[in-house]
C-alpha cells in the first residue's frame, strides 16, 4: 500500500489543522493506521492510531483530548484533526500503516508516507 500525506502548514498556537493521508491499494481497510510526527533534532515519536474498522483508537498522552483520529475506508483516507494546537505539535507528521493495531512505535508498521510540515507559531 502507498500512503500519501498532506494538510500541513502553518498556524497560531490555539488554532486547528486536518491532515489526511491518502493510501492507495485495494487492502487499505484491512491495515491499522498511525500518525507519528518528528521535531527537528529529535526521534520520531507515536502521536494517534486507528483500527481497521475505526472502532478503536489509541492516542499519545500529548495530544489525548486535543487530537482526533478517523478514518474513511470508501475513500481510503485517514485523517487526523488536530485542535488547540501548540508549539511543542511543531515537526513533520507522517502516516503509517500495518497489521497490528494499537502498536506505539515505528517498527509497527511497514508502509509510510512521505510527511507533511506542521507549524504551530506562538
Known amino acids: 500500500v502507498q500512503l500519501q500525506a498532506c494538510g500541513g502548514g502553518l498556524v497560531q498556537a490555539g488554532n486547528s489543522l486536518r491532515l489526511s493521508c491518502a493510501a492507495s491499494?485495494?487492502?487499505?481497510?484491512?491495515?491499522?493506521v498511525a500518525w507519528f510526527r518528528q521535531a527537528p533534532g529529535k526521534e520520531r515519536e507515536f502521536v494517534a492510531t486507528?483500527?481497521?474498522?475505526?472502532?478503536?483508537?489509541h492516542y499519545a498522552d500529548s495530544v489525548k483530548g486535543r487530537f482526533s483520529i478517523s478514518r474513511d475506508n470508501a475513500k481510503n483516507t485517514v485523517y487526523l484533526k488536530m485542535n488547540s494546537l501548540k508549539p511543542e505539535d511543531t515537526g513533520i507528521y507522517y502516516c503509517?500503516?500495518?497489521?497490528?493495531?494499537?502498536?506505539?512505535?515505528?517498527?509497527?508498521?511497514?508502509?509510510w508516507g512521505q510527511g507533511t510540515q506542521v507549524t504551530v507559531s506562538s
Open positions: 491499494g485495494r487492502t487499505f481497510s484491512s491495515y491499522a
Open positions: 486507528i483500527s481497521w474498522t475505526g472502532r478503536g483508537t
Open positions: 503509517a500503516a500495518g497489521n497490528v493495531f494499537g502498536a506505539r512505535t515505528t517498527g509497527g508498521y511497514a508502509y
